[in-house]
């Protein structure tokens, strides 16, 4: 998979696809696998902004029965299956509890209801072929044995927990990557990198885009009889730049902010905390802490984790989980993502619906062929891509094939079952720690990863266990273009906190044997992922 400027700037498309989220990555697959030609240009790295600063779970959104929201919750538990089916080396299933302290029984009745109806909406949960992907319904734990599982959960008023299930990400960036990797081997045009300026128009419908290289600085134009804008929280705003006139409808921006602690349970802990909800993941040996949900009002480029945000985490983390024992001193990485919401009438953003909407910019804008798709989450970006390239295709007045990647199996997710692959994978290369990892991370084509790899090539780099291979292999096949992008999201090198000068030296200097950069280059590229590490002020 390379850049594909060329054919950018001199082919027309079907479907010009302007940004590359997960909503993005997921319709130029869907296009490109019905035979639609698809272009798609992301302004800066496939997955950077809120793809890849989520809570990292596919989830069914069990809260979202409080607002009756019975539809979108069977469509997100619907979609979960899906994600385990076509990516089952990077969608795993996840234990939660749900602890009750002084709850009384009407509380534990209410919430019994919600889980068996949970239990209900997603009866079609276990239709995989995978057993270690099973899902099992709901239980209560009794106070013993819910402290013996989980200490943590120690507090006044414990009286024991329920038990559901839902699943989790092991790197939502590369489950967006992989689908441009198979969209690129249907015949899409790809690059990141590339920011649309403004939209080509003439007579009220659209022609494609005038876009630059920010590598290079070139402009030039992409022809497309469609355009869709998938901006995530920029969409609102790239159509009122590239339009001139204020867009509808306007989103509402939500900022979550995450912290990485080192592991506090094996179990996910879902903590009701007053009107809202606490998440604390175990995430790759350490604990994810989830999230906060502020109206965030200032340009999407500039959102960040403030120290005030960590304590305030942290603060209700500690009147809720006191056992945990977190403090500051325990923050080992910490991001904040954007949540792109569509306006419902809500008061607040933690009660605006999770919904998404694709909206048609024709007849009464005056841009015909011009889309944009709002709202939505991870869970659910496939089957939003289904509907746009449903929608595409009508307009486009294209006959195409039903839609298939809900069963269709992304690159990685090429094989039976996840512990028969790695077991192959161990016997073929023995002894070599990071192979779990590094399935993981690239599932069925870790082959091609390990091809001429020699043994200092599959020594761990850093603490999240990927290695030189992959480095090399990001550089070859997934348009790794920078420094950062190579650490944070072709591998999580520097998910974890900073992974030390001799870990970003040594991935660096590989780059720049690939890619030609002087050591002024390689200087500034290290020195470049500082502030991702640093707390704003």
Not at 86 to 108: D, K, M, Q
Not at 182 to 189: I, K, P, T, V
Not at 386 to 404: F, M, N, Q, S, V
Not at 477 to 505: C, K, N, S, Y
């Amino acid at each position: 998979m390379q850049r594909a400027i060329d054919r950018l700037s001199r082919e027309t498309f079907d479907v010009l696809i302007i940004g590359g989220g997960a909503t993005g990555c997921f319709t130029a697959r869907d296009c490109a696998l019905r035979g639609l030609s698809v272009a798609l240009v992301e302004a800066r790295d496939f997955a950077s902004a809120t793809s890849a600063h989520s809570s990292k779970l596919a989830h069914g959104g069990l809260r979202y029965l409080r607002n009756l929201e019975i539809a979108l919750v069977r469509e997100s538990l619907r979609e979960r299956r899906g994600l385990m089916r076509i990516a089952p080396h990077l969608v795993r299933p996840l234990p939660f509890l749900l602890p009750l302290y002084a709850a009384g029984w009407l509380e534990r009745a209410k919430l019994s209801a919600g889980l068996t109806l949970y239990d209900l909406l997603s009866f079609d949960r276990n239709r995989l072929q995978d057993p270690a992907q099973r899902l099992p319904g709901h239980r209560w734990i009794g106070k013993d044995a819910a402290l013996a599982r989980e200490p943590v959960l120690a507090g006044d008023g414990f009286e024991g927990a329920f038990e559901y299930h839902d699943a989790q990400m092991y790197a939502p960036e590369r489950i967006a990557l992989e689908n441009l990797v198979d969209a690129d081997a249907q015949g899409a045009a790809l690059a990141n990198y590339v920011r649309a300026e403004t939209l080509l128009l003439r007579d009220g419908k659209a022609e494609g885009a005038r876009v630059t290289d920010t590598r290079t600085g070139e402009g030039f134009d992409i022809r497309a009889r469609t355009v869709l804008v998938a901006a995530g929280p920029w969409a609102d705003l790239f159509l009122e730049q590239a339009t001139g006139r204020a867009a509808a409808p306007k989103l509402i921006r939500s900022k979550g902010i995450h912290l990485l602690v080192p592991q506090i349970s094996t179990a996910a802990l879902t903590i009701e905390a007053g009107s809202g909800h606490l998440f604390a993941l175990p995430w790759r040996g350490h604990t994810l802490l989830a999230t906060t949900d502020t109206p965030f009002r200032g340009d999407p480029a500039t959102v960040a984790v403030q120290e005030d945000d960590i304590a305030s985490l942290l603060g209700s983390f500690s009147r809720y989980l006191p056992s945990a024992g977190l403090s500051r001193d325990t923050v080992e990485f910490f991001y904040a993502g954007l949540r792109p919401l569509v306006s419902d009438g809500s008061k607040d953003s933690y009660n605006v619906s999770r919904r998404s909407e694709l909206v048609d910019h024709g007849k009464a804008e005056g841009m015909d062929g011009v889309f944009s798709a709002l709202g939505g989450k991870w869970t659910t970006s496939r089957a939003l891509a289904e509907t746009i390239t449903d929608t595409l295709a009508a307009r486009l007045g294209k006959k195409t094939p039903p839609c298939a990647t809900a069963t269709t199996p992304l690159p990685g997710g090429r094989f039976d079952t996840f512990e028969g692959m790695v077991k192959g994978f161990q016997k073929t290369w023995p002894g070599i720690a990071a192979l779990r990892n590094m399935a993981h991370m690239l599932g069925a084509r870790l082959p091609l990863a390990l091809k001429g790899a020699r043994l200092t090539d599959l020594q761990p780099i850093g603490r999240s266990g990927d290695t030189p291979a992959q480095v090399r292999f990001a550089l070859e096949h997934e348009m790794a273009l920078t420094l950062e992008d190579m650490v944070m999201r072709r591998t999580a090198i520097g998910q974890f906190g900073p992974p030390g000068a001799a870990a970003l030296e040594k991935v660096a200097a590989q780059m720049a044997a690939h890619l030609g950069w002087s050591d002024e280059r390689k200087s500034a590229e290290i020195a470049g992922l500082e502030p991702l590490w640093r707390v704003r002020p």
